[in-house]
């Protein structure tokens, strides 16, 4: 069965210092891979989305990068963090058609910038 | 981008049927209708998804009218642990546009 990880399960960073969160899926190959961001109390932002190895597309223009240097694996990074990068970040994957729209989601890291 | 509008909250008891209804007058050719459950400081979890008629699995039933501008998503007899934030989303065809908007807050009463 397929399952995904992510880490750590809870971070706080001062404003200014880097981040770097990794999420890696297992018992699948070539998975679509997704980062999200949830605010206190709001719905979830898609912020990258990936179809494949070195491909990563940006929904929304932010203080965040997102990479893919294997298959399974995708990470979340920037450079210098800000106060609103404060959140709940969920990786998520899906297989290929037709099962893009189904989304399964890791466990999340809960990101505080102090 | 399709936008979708969903009651913010919703109210029901232990052992009734509750059917949540989103809006989505915009909805593209080849967007196809996704509906999620999140509990708190979880992520959300992949209840049922259709494209037009009806869905139905051993968890939830979907049905969407032949003009797609809405669906429903029916929970049949619901129990304390229903109680979540329910997401109806529609989106293009790698997962891209997936927009959670604010959901629907069921909670469930004994």
């Known amino acids: 069965s397929q399952t995904i990880h992510q880490w750590p399960a809870t971070l706080v960073q001062p404003v200014g210092s880097p981040l770097s969160l990794e999420c890696t899926v297992e018992?699948?190959?070539?998975?679509?891979l997704y980062w999200y961001r949830q605010a206190a109390g709001r719905g979830l932002q898609l912020l990258f989305y990936s179809v494949g190895i070195g491909q990563i597309s940006s929904e929304v223009p932010q203080n965040l990068s997102a990479s893919r240097p294997q298959d399974r694996q995708f990470i979340l990074s920037s450079k210098k963090l800000l106060l609103s990068d404060s959140g709940f970040y969920l990786c998520?994957?899906?297989?290929?058609?037709?099962?893009?729209?189904?989304?399964?989601f890791g466990p999340g890291t809960r990101l505080t910038v102090t | 981008l399709a936008k979708t509008t969903q009651p913010i909250s919703m109210d029901s008891y232990e052992g009734q049927e509750v059917n949540i209804t989103c809006s989505h007058n915009n909805i593209a050719t080849n967007d196809y209708i996704t509906w999620y459950q999140q509990f708190p400081s979880q992520g959300p979890r992949f209840i049922i998804q259709?494209?037009?008629t009806k869905v139905t699995n051993e968890v939830a039933s979907l049905f969407i009218p032949a003009d797609r501008k809405s669906s429903t998503l029916s929970l049949p007899r619901v129990s304390l642990s229903d109680t979540a934030v329910y997401y109806c989303?529609?989106?293009?065809?790698?997962?891209?546009?997936?927009?959670f908007g604010p959901g629907t807050r069921l909670s469930v009463l004994p």
């Open positions: 259709g494209y037009k």
């Open positions: 998520a994957w899906s297989a290929g058609n037709p099962k893009i729209y189904e989304q399964y």
């Open positions: 989303l529609v989106g293009g065809i790698y997962g891209q546009n997936f927009v």
């Open positions: 018992g699948t190959s070539n998975p679509n």
